[in-house]
Nanobody, 122 residues
Framework: QVRLIESGGGSVQAGAPLRLSCAVS????????MGWFRQRPSKEREFVAA???????FYNDFVEGRFTVSKTSGENMVFLQMNDLKPEDTATYFC????????????????WGQGTQVTVFS
């Protein structure tokens, strides 16, 4: 059973950076696409970024070059480096994995972490 555990959330001032980590276990030989979602207060959960199993990356437009998603070569860790954070980035951030790239972005099926809270104050 694939297990995802996020860490690195916290409270930061606007403009500061923050790095989220996701530990991946239990995937065996399964090749997984990895990514991050977030859920802002009173909003639907939304896609943030993905790193495909070939290493290419894909971002939601609102990232605007501020976030970078990456993974270790062993694919047991996934990171989200967030720079120039804004108050509107305040959300619970979820690590996500799926053997399907389309399913990963759509949020259907696959695997989810429990989430880590990021609060950005002005």
């Amino acid at each position: 059973q694939v297990r995802l555990i996020e860490s690195g959330g916290g409270s930061v001032q606007a403009g500061a950076p923050l790095r989220l980590s996701c530990a991946v276990s239990g995937r065996g030989d399964m090749r997984l696409h990895m990514g991050w979602f977030r859920q802002r207060p009173s909003k639907e959960r939304e896609f943030v970024a993905a790193v495909w199993n070939n290493g290419n990356t894909f971002y939601n437009d609102f990232v605007e070059g501020r976030f970078t998603v990456s993974k270790t070569s062993g694919e047991n860790m996934v990171f989200l480096q967030m720079n120039d954070l804004k108050p509107e980035d305040t959300a619970t951030y979820f690590c996500r994995a799926s053997p399907s790239s389309q399913a990963l972005i759509s949020g259907q099926g696959g695997y989810w972490g429990q989430g880590t809270q990021v609060t950005v104050f002005s």
